[in-house]
């Protein structure tokens, strides 16, 4: 199977055969992504509009970091698309990652989005929120990540499953905040407080919400965006609203979609253009504006700007992916999904 441009191939065993002959070839460009197609499609169509380099991309929920290191030099990957720090992070760690030392994306991302030594950069950037119900009846007043342990909500709730990457980027934030003793017990508790077991994705913890099922819902922000954009999920979406965790104790926690250039990648230079490109202000709007996630260094779209202000986490990302490991830990202490 040859590579057809903007194809997002799910069969991922086919993939490097299939590669094989144009991996080398001039004018195209190679991406292994986590991201799904709909949030990364838009921004290659006009890069290959822009420049005319054909972009080869691999969509798989599988772990690609591991792949890439396996693949080792015959890896046909120019480009890694992670969706959390922590996957960037290992991908550094791991040693399939080549330094960005690019003046262009130097100028645009702001030092606390790159990596160490350069060895990834931050793209865009999304808020762990809570999502409570519009109805005056029905709508809780929960305030931080912290509150969500405390026995006034009991059964009231939802959140989707504790190893999930969102959450463990949240737990390790909690871990950062206080210690690993806090934020076991504080599973514990908010264990105790679950409308159910830990399930479905974001939208679904959306929806829970809207049909009255929790009170409240830890969230990506963005899926709230997408809910509003999509006719089938706008009325669920409208009964409720985002509620900006921890504003007066450290803020929201943050976490970040973002690009690792691979070591040895087949087109390097290729691969520098489109991490230029994805990092220039006008296609961070357009990614903004198409998929609700917050851009880096630029000011925000409108629709982001109308859910509110709000101070965001300030603790290093790189020493909140330090404690995934111990997250997961805790949450196998704590049967945290049984």
């Known amino acids: 199977m040859n590579f057809k441009p903007i194809n997002l191939f799910l069969c991922i065993g086919l993939f490097t055969a299939g590669l094989g002959n144009v991996a080398h070839a001039g004018g195209e460009v190679n991406v292994y992504t986590e991201r799904q197609p709909e949030f990364v499609q838009p921004v290659f169509d006009r890069f290959t509009k822009a420049t005319g380099i054909r972009v080869n991309a691999l969509y798989s929920q599988a772990d690609l970091v591991d792949r890439i290191r396996r693949e080792g030099k015959n890896t046909?990957?120019?480009?890694?698309?992670?969706?959390?720090?922590?996957?960037?992070?290992?991908?550094?760690?791991?040693?399939?990652?080549?330094?960005?030392?690019?003046?262009?994306?130097?100028?645009?991302?702001p030092s606390d989005y790159r990596g160490k030594d350069n060895l990834w950069v931050g793209l865009t950037s999304r808020a762990r929120v809570f999502v409570?119900?519009?109805?005056?009846?029905?709508?809780?007043?929960?305030?931080?990540?912290e509150e969500l342990a405390s026995p006034e909500f009991r059964g009231q709730v939802c959140i989707r499953s504790g190893y999930h990457e969102y959450n463990l980027g949240l737990i390790g934030s909690m871990i950062a905040r206080h210690d690993v003793d806090f934020t076991r017990d504080w599973l514990r508790f908010l264990k105790s407080n679950l409308a159910r077991k830990p399930q479905g994705n974001d939208v679904d913890q959306i929806a829970a919400v809207a049909a009255g099922e929790c009170g409240v819902a830890v969230v990506n922000s963005y899926y709230y965006g997408k809910m509003l954009d999509n006719p089938a999920r706008r009325s669920a979406a409208s009964k409720v609203h985002i509620v900006f965790p921890n504003q007066e104790t450290g803020g929201t926690h943050m976490n970040i979609t973002g690009a690792v250039l691979v070591k040895g990648a087949p087109n390097r230079e290729n691969a520098l253009k489109l991490i230029e490109f994805m990092s220039s202000s006008e296609i961070q709007h357009v990614y903004a504006d198409a998929n609700f996630e917050y851009p880096v260094g630029i000011v925000w779209p409108e629709m982001l700007r109308s859910w509110g202000e709000f101070t965001s986490e300030q603790l290093p990302l790189?020493?909140?992916?330090?404690?995934?490991?111990?997250?997961?830990?805790?949450?196998?202490?704590?049967?945290?999904?049984?």
């Open 76 to 109: 046909p990957a120019d480009i890694l698309l992670a969706m959390n720090v922590g996957r960037l992070v290992e991908a550094g760690e791991a040693g399939i990652a080549s330094p960005i030392n690019d003046e262009v994306v130097a100028q645009n991302i």
């Open 132 to 145: 409570t119900s519009r109805d005056a009846t029905k709508s809780l007043v929960v305030k931080s990540y």
């Open 318 to 338: 790189t020493m909140i992916a330090g404690y995934q490991e111990q997250a997961k830990q805790l949450l196998d202490e704590v049967a945290f999904d049984d």
